[in-house]
C-alpha cells in the first residue's frame, strides 16, 4: 500500500481545557451509553430496557457528537488524516479485530438468533410504536441503529471534508435518503396501514421488488399506492439508472443515495485505505459481482416464468433459487462480510465484490456513462495519496502517472482521490463521450529540443 504523507503527520493538536472538557464528556456518555445498551441486552428483566436501552442509545448519540466534534472541528483540513497509519483501529490491529467480531456477532444475532436482541428490541418499542404504529422487531432495531451510523459519522465526515462543497453535499445527500427514504417514510408506510416500501432501493440491490409475489402483495394490498410502487420500481431500475448514469456515472447512486453506500462513506469512512489495491484482488472481483448480477437476472427470469406457467414448468425451483441468494448473499455477504468486515477490509466490501446493483450500474459507465476521472500526468508527484484512500481499490496513482482518464466499472465517483492529491491531478468530469478515452498530453524527453 501507498503510506501518505499526509497520513503520518506528527503535527500537535492545540488543545484548551474547554476542548478537554468537551472531549472528556463525550466519552463519558459514550461509556454510560455503552453501559446502558449492555444493560438492556442481557438485563432487561430487572431494568426497564426503554430507560436503560433508549437512554443509553440516546447518550451514545450526544457523546458520540461531543467527542466528534471536538476531534475534528480542531484539526485543520489538512490534518484529518493525521495518525491513520499508526491507530490501532484502523490498521488492523487488535481493536481493529474486536471491533470486526462485534459486528460481525451483531450481524449473526441479528439474522439467525434474534431471540437475544429481545431486550434491546423492547427498547426501541416506543420509537416504532411513534413511527409505524405497531411493535418493534429486530429489523427495526437495525433500522434504528444503521440510521443512527449513517448520521453520527455523517457528521465526522461533514467536519472531516468541510473544505470541500462536492463532499459536504454529497455526505448531506446520504444522510437526507437513509433518514427520510429509508427509515422515516417506510415507517409512515406502515403507520397508514400501507405496505412497507423503500424509494431509494431498486432492482437488482432490492431484488425482490420486481419478484412477481411482491408486485403481486404490493398491487393487492397497496391499491393504486402498490401499483405506484412497482412503477417507481420498474421505472427506477431500467430508465431512470441508465440516463442518471449517463450523465453522472454510477456515483448518483452508489455515494449519493444507496443505504449500503451511505454506511460505507461515512462510519466505513475511517476504514477505506485498507481497500485491497492487488491485481489478485481485481480479478476476485470481477469473478464474484458479474456472476452475482447474473444470478439475479436469472432468478427474477425463472420466477416471473413459473408464475406465467403457473407453477406447472418449475415448481418450487425457482423459488429455490431466490432462497439461495437470500441466505448466502442477502444476508452472509452483504451483511454479516459487507459491514462486519469494515476494519479488516475497507469500508467497500459487499459494494465492491457482491452488490448486485454495482454491477449493473459499473457495466453502463464504463461502456455508456460521460463520466470520468481526468488526469494531469505532467504535475503528478507519485505521492500515492489517490490510491491509498481509494475506497474500491484502485491503484490510481498508476493512471495519473500515464496522464490516462479512469474509466472503470468500479469507481463509486466519491471523489477522495481527488480531494486528497496535493497538486490538482484528478477531476471528475461529465464531459462529451467524444475522446472519453483520450489521455493528457504528457512531454516526454525524446520531444525536449533545447539546442537545435
Known amino acids: 500500500m501507498h503510506v501518505s504523507s499526509v497520513a503520518i503527520s506528527d503535527t500537535p493538536v492545540h488543545t484548551t481545557p474547554a476542548s478537554t472538557l468537551l472531549r472528556t464528556t463525550g466519552l463519558l456518555l459514550i461509556s454510560l451509553g455503552l453501559l446502558g445498551i449492555l444493560v438492556a441486552a442481557v438485563g432487561s428483566d430487572a431494568l426497564s430496557p426503554v430507560l436503560t436501552g433508549l437512554g443509553g442509545i440516546a447518550a451514545f ?10 476531534s475534528r472541528q480542531s484539526k485543520s483540513t489538512a490534518e484529518q488524516n493525521n495518525g491513520i497509519w499508526k491507530q490501532d483501529a484502523t490498521t488492523r490491529g487488535a481493536s481493529a479485530w474486536v471491533i470486526g467480531f462485534v459486528l460481525t456477532g451483531f450481524y449473526v444475532l441479528l439474522y439467525w438468533f434474534p431471540y437475544t436482541l429481545e431486550g434491546l428490541i423492547q427498547a426501541v418499542e416506543p420509537l416504532s410504536q411513534g413511527l409505524r404504529g405497531r411493535p418493534a422487531d429486530q429489523w427495526f432495531l ?12 455523517g457528521v465526522f465526515a461533514l467536519l472531516k471534508y468541510r473544505n470541500n462543497r462536492y463532499h459536504i453535499i454529497r455526505t448531506l445527500s446520504v444522510m437526507f435518503f ?31 421488488y420486481l419478484f412477481p409475489g411482491t408486485v403481486g402483495y404490493l398491487v393487492e394490498d397497496g391499491a393504486a399506492l402498490g401499483v405506484f410502487m412497482v412503477f417507481w420500481g420498474a421505472v427506477a431500475s431500467f430508465l431512470a439508472t441508465p440516463v442518471l448514469t449517463y450523465f453522472y456515472g454510477k456515483r448518483w447512486y452508489c455515494s449519493w443515495v444507496c443505504g449500503c453506500g451511505g454506511l460505507a462513506e461515512t462510519a466505513g469512512d475511517p476504514y477505506r485505505h485498507l481497500s485491497d489495491k492487488s491485481r489478485a484482488a481485481w480479478r476476485w472481483e470481477v469473478a464474484i459481482i458479474y456472476p452475482i448480477f447474473g444470478f439475479i437476472i436469472l432468478t427474477t427470469l425463472l420466477l416471473w416464468i413459473n408464475s406465467w406457467s403457473g407453477g406447472s414448468l418449475l415448481g418450487s425451483l425457482s423459488g429455490g433459487f431466490a432462497s439461495t441468494y437470500g441466505f448466502f448473499i442477502g444476508a452472509i455477504f452483504s451483511g454479516v462480510v459487507g459491514v462486519g468486515f469494515y476494519p479488516i477490509m475497507g469500508n467497500r466490501v459487499w459494494c465492491r465484490f457482491g452488490c448486485p446493483m454495482a454491477a449493473y450500474l459499473g457495466l453502463l459507465q464504463k461502456h455508456f456513462s460521460r463520466f470520468r476521472i481526468t488526469t494531469n500526468g505532467g504535475q503528478c508527484i507519485s505521492c500515492g495519496n489517490c490510491s491509498t484512500y481509494c475506497e474500491m481499490g484502485i491503484d490510481v496513482r498508476w493512471y495519473a502517472q500515464q496522464g490516462e482518464p479512469i474509466i472503470r466499472s468500479s469507481c463509486v465517483g466519491c471523489g477522495i482521490c481527488a480531494h486528497v492529491c496535493p497538486r490538482g491531478v484528478l477531476k471528475l468530469e461529465n464531459g462529451p463521450r467524444d475522446d472519453r478515452h483520450a489521455a493528457s498530453p504528457l512531454i516526454r524527453r525524446e520531444d525536449l529540443q533545447i539546442l537545435n
Open 142 to 153: 437495525y433500522g434504528t441503529f444503521y440510521t443512527l451510523a449513517v448520521l453520527i459519522m
Open 61 to 70: 448519540t450526544v457523546g458520540s457528537l461531543l467527542y466528534i466534534w471536538e
Open 178 to 208: 437513509q433518514l427520510g427514504f429509508a427509515f422515516l417514510l417506510p415507517g409512515l408506510l406502515l403507520f397508514l396501514n400501507k405496505p412497507e416500501f423503500y424509494f431509494s432501493y431498486f432492482w437488482p440491490l432490492k431484488y425482490d
